[in-house]
């Protein structure tokens, strides 16, 4: 079985551009969660997701930061225009109803110059 | 909300000897607690777990103990091997879905053979 997959792995922008993250969770997976991970740190919840409801975004930047998740499997987040600090893991995780452990995927390593 | 403080920081052992991570944590309401593995490069990996209705779980040369009274648990690695070489993390929840994860900053355990 496939585990949580992102792309892209690495992403290099300049600052005031957008740049998105994919995320397809394990399958059957109805939860999905978006992370921040900056370095030497534990990863932080930016967004979490019950199906295609996002149910916890109190993390989310949202002037700058959106997610989507249509039709409740894969998942899209966004940072328009990115700044500097932005540069960080971005992990994607996912659990099935009831299960209490989060599968994570590789992440996307953005730096922002 | 939730505090959870880790450390060492960083844990050097002789490959054979036993490591011990510790983990403090702020919240008396939560009541999951798992401990992720992350490689280089890659996403954290769940190791072991425990519910706040149990003091110890143990999975082979892995152990997690929990003191809710003193809101700490900690995790025991013995027969250490280079391959358990990585980043440790330890995180509390609340909830039975682990829907607020609150990580540790982490803890670098280097293995030397």
């Known amino acids: 079985e496939a585990g949580v997959v992102q792309s892209p792995r690495y992403k290099i922008i300049e600052k005031k551009q957008p740049v998105a993250f994919w995320c397809n969770p394990i399958s059957g997976h109805n939860t999905l969660y978006w992370y921040l991970q900056n370095l030497g740190q534990g990863p932080e919840l930016l967004i979490r997701y019950e199906n295609e409801e996002a149910v916890d975004d109190s993390q989310l930047p949202k002037d700058r930061f959106s997610a989507e998740r249509l039709k409740g499997v894969d998942s899209t987040l966004k940072i328009q225009p990115a700044e500097l600090g932005d540069s960080a893991v971005y992990l994607c995780?996912?659990?099935?109803?009831?299960?209490?452990?989060?599968?994570f995927g590789q992440g996307t390593r953005l730096t922002v110059v | 909300g939730e505090n959870v403080e880790q450390h060492p920081s960083t844990l050097s052992v002789q490959e054979g000897d036993s490591a011990v991570i510790k983990c403090t944590y702020s919240?008396?309401?939560?009541?999951?607690f798992p401990w992720y593995k992350q490689e280089l490069g890659k996403g954290p990996q769940l190791i072991i777990d425990i519910r706040s209705n149990v003091g110890e779980k143990k999975d082979q040369r892995i152990a997690v103990t929990l003191n809710k009274t003193a809101k700490h648990f900690s995790l025991h690695i013995t027969e250490t091997q280079p391959e358990d070489s990585a980043v440790y993390f330890c995180?509390?929840?609340?909830?039975?879905?682990?829907?607020?994860?609150?990580f540790g900053t982490g803890t670098r355990l280097q293995v030397f053979p």
């Open positions: 995180a509390a929840s609340r909830g039975p879905n682990t829907d607020k994860l609150i």
């Open positions: 995780a996912s659990s099935s109803q009831g299960n209490t452990e989060a599968f």
């Open positions: 919240d008396s309401a939560s009541n999951y």
